[in-house]
T-cell receptor
Framework: AQTVTQSQPEMSVQEAETVTLSCTYD???????LFWYKQPPSRQMILVIR??????QNATENRFSVNFQKAAKSFSLKISDSQLGDTAMYFC??????????FGSGTRLQVQP | DSGVTQTPKHLITATGQRVTLRCSPR?????VYWYQQSLDQGLQFLIQ???????AKGNILERFSAQQFPDLHSELNLSSLELGDSALYFC??????????????FGQGTRLTVV
């Protein structure tokens, strides 16, 4: 079974600075997808970024980028120029065909003014 | 707005009771997923329906059941409720069943409180 581990329960960053959230996963499969979801206080689950395992290039969405290390089974999220609106829980998730998403336990990010 | 609508947003009920949570997927999406999120934890997959048929099952209790109707909306039925069933229940939808979750969008969730 796939597992997703987020080892940082809480993190804090100053506004405008950069922060990196860690995620590791365990799978014996070769083709899969990885995601970062944001859950603000409103509780809405918002897709931040997605990475296909077969793509070597790291995904980027504006201020959000990932460092995908397939051999190390690592998938970290970098948030540049942090904004107060980035304050949220961040969940790493794994998906392989014909299964459902497997989520990590989350990292609570607080952006300080 | 993800386009996925869940009702009700909040629900308070007593132990032993039965409730129904409703999900309307995005227009055109055939697949619906149900997840449970207990306090400050990650989401746990319950069940998936694709075009009216059950596609995958996760850690769903026997007291829970779901269905997807011809108009593609879905309902999650929770019965003989216990205090531990208090959680946020999410519905997600995607156009396809596999690999549906590469394109899935979540609703705002239904917060269930069992007292």
């Amino acid at each position: 079974a796939q597992t997703v581990t987020q080892s940082q329960p809480e993190m804090s960053v100053q506004e405008a600075e950069t922060v990196t959230l860690s995620c590791t996963y365990d799978t014996s499969e070769n083709n899969y997808y990885l995601f970062w979801y944001k859950q603000p206080p409103s509780r809405q689950m918002i897709l931040v970024i997605r990475q296909e395992a077969y793509k070597q290039q790291n995904a980027t969405e504006n201020r959000f980028s990932v460092n995908f290390q397939k051999a190390a089974k690592s998938f970290s999220l970098k948030i540049s120029d942090s904004q107060l609106g980035d304050t949220a829980m961040y969940f790493c998730a794994f998906y392989m065909g014909r299964r459902a998403l497997t989520f990590g336990s989350g990292t609570r990010l607080q952006v300080q003014p | 707005d993800s386009g996925v609508t869940q009702t009700p947003k909040h629900l308070i009920t007593a132990t032993g009771q039965r409730v129904t949570l409703r999900c309307s997927p995005r227009s055109g999406d055939l697949s619906v997923y149900w997840y449970q999120q207990s306090l400050d934890q990650g989401l746990q997959f319950l069940i998936q329906y694709y075009n009216g048929e059950e596609r995958a099952k996760g850690n769903i209790l026997e007291r829970f059941s779901a269905q997807q109707f011809p108009d593609l909306h879905s309902e999650l039925n929770l019965s003989s409720l216990e205090l531990g069933d208090s959680a946020l229940y999410f519905c997600a939808s995607s156009p396809r069943g596999d690999p549906g979750h590469t394109e899935a969008f979540f609703g705002q969730g239904t917060r269930l409180t069992v007292v």
